[in-house]
């Protein structure tokens, strides 16, 4: 398969093939890369849970005859499939990192693991309510 061919990028690499094939700076400018790709997949996350946000909202307010609920449902499950593919590119890019050895693995690092219960976003249109 194409998607899954191996392209010998310096995150592939381990660190000693790097020192031996001299990648040290591409390695260091591929980290860079990488750290763009999650915070560009990290700003696409946000835009996409406020939109599904809305989307949730406006159904439950407006939406009432079967057409109406499937189209809203619909949209909101393209936004879900929208999100749930950028939070898989903030993490190709995240694991691209630990390599490179310019993101340490576990919670406390710069780019944590992302969950969808992460994006959990609270109404902004129903204040106060339980």
Do not use: C, H
């Not at 499937?70 to 936004?79: L, V, Y």
Request: glycine letters at 4%; aromatic letters at 6%.
């Amino acid at each position: 398969e194409v998607e899954e061919e191996r392209l010998f990028l310096p995150s592939d690499l381990t660190p000693a093939e790097r020192i031996e094939l001299q990648l040290g700076k591409l390695g260091t400018e591929e980290a860079r890369w990488r750290e763009g790709q999650a915070f560009d997949a990290l700003r696409a996350i946000r835009s996409i849970v406020k939109t599904i946000r809305t989307l949730r909202d406006r159904k439950e307010k407006n939406d009432r005859k079967q057409k109406e609920n499937s189209r809203a449902g619909d949209q909101i499950s393209d936004a879900v499939r929208r999100r749930d593919f950028r939070m898989t590119t903030y993490e190709a890019a995240r694991q691209a990192m630990i390599p490179l050895e310019s993101l340490t693995p576990g919670p406390d690092s710069a780019f944590p693991p992302l969950s969808v219960a992460d994006t959990f976003m609270k109404s902004v249109v129903k204040k106060r309510q339980l």
